[in-house]
């Protein structure tokens, strides 16, 4: 089983960055995916989630309106669209696949964000 993070980097602020989430190993499309981003000294916080059909909602209200989840099951692949950037939205992000009924869950090694001038 792999959830691997990619797309992460240092951007100015305002700017965007697409995260991608590539998943091997389980059956994608049966899990639930979530995108969670954590920095230093904090908890892990959830910032989306998208079920199994594509629907996505929106957890942290700080990134309402800014932060889009997607996902391609025939990639085996979730994105994570984040615009208009912000310094406090430095953070690692990492993905997360649940299966609620069996209660397996993955997780990626996480990608490093960082908003600075």
């Known amino acids: 089983v792999q959830l691997v993070e990619s797309g992460g980097g240092l951007v100015q602020p305002g700017g965007s960055l697409r995260l991608s989430c590539a998943a091997s190993?389980?059956?994608?499309?049966?899990?639930?995916m979530r995108w969670y981003r954590q920095v230093p000294g904090k908890e892990r916080e959830l910032v989306e989630g998208?079920?199994?059909?594509?629907?996505?909602?929106n957890y942290a209200d700080s990134v309402k309106g800014r932060f889009t989840m997607s996902r391609d099951n025939a990639k085996n692949t979730v994105y994570l669209q984040m615009n208009s950037l912000k310094p406090e939205d430095t953070a690692v992000y990492y993905c997360?696949?649940?299966?609620w009924g069996s209660g397996y869950e993955y997780w990626g090694q996480g990608t490093q964000v960082t908003v600075s001038a």
């Open positions: 190993g389980f059956t994608f499309s049966s899990f639930v």
């Open positions: 997360n696949a649940k299966n």
């Open positions: 998208i079920s199994t059909a594509g629907s996505s909602t």
